[in-house]
């Protein structure tokens, strides 16, 4: 909406500028696609999570890990210019590394 010229007002309901998000240090998780050295897909990263949620009927774990896909390469092509995401780390509770930071 931005990029079109259009208004944006985010609204912030924390004491501070970030919320609880400005705590999270540990990366952005998602799928790369383009890196098929890891062996990592939606699919596990869907299993991961439902194993993590302890239950599979949240409809937004899909929404989350196929989501991820365009949301990693929406953030690498905006913001590529301040931040790369190539550091991948394998974090707690994935079976393949796709921390990116």
């Known amino acids: ?8 007002v985010l609204l912030e309901k924390q004491g501070h500028l970030g919320g609880n998000s400005a ?11 383009n890196n098929t050295a890891s062996g ?6 869907t299993a991961d999570t439902v194993k ?3 239950r599979g ?3 937004l774990i899909p929404v989350l890990t196929s989501g991820s896909v365009d ?3 929406w953030l ?3 913001l590529s210019e301040h931040l790369s995401l190539d550091l991948v780390g394998q974090m707690g509770g994935h079976s393949f590394p796709r921390t990116h930071r």
């Open 23 to 33: 705590w999270a240090s540990s990366g952005v998780n998602a799928v790369d696609v």
């Open 52 to 54: 993590g949620a302890g």
């Open 76 to 78: 690498r092509g905006r």
């Open 1 to 8: 909406m931005l990029d079109r010229g259009g208004r944006v």
């Open 57 to 59: 009927d949240n409809p």
């Open 71 to 73: 949301a990693l390469a």
């Open 40 to 45: 990592d897909s939606v699919d596990a990263f």
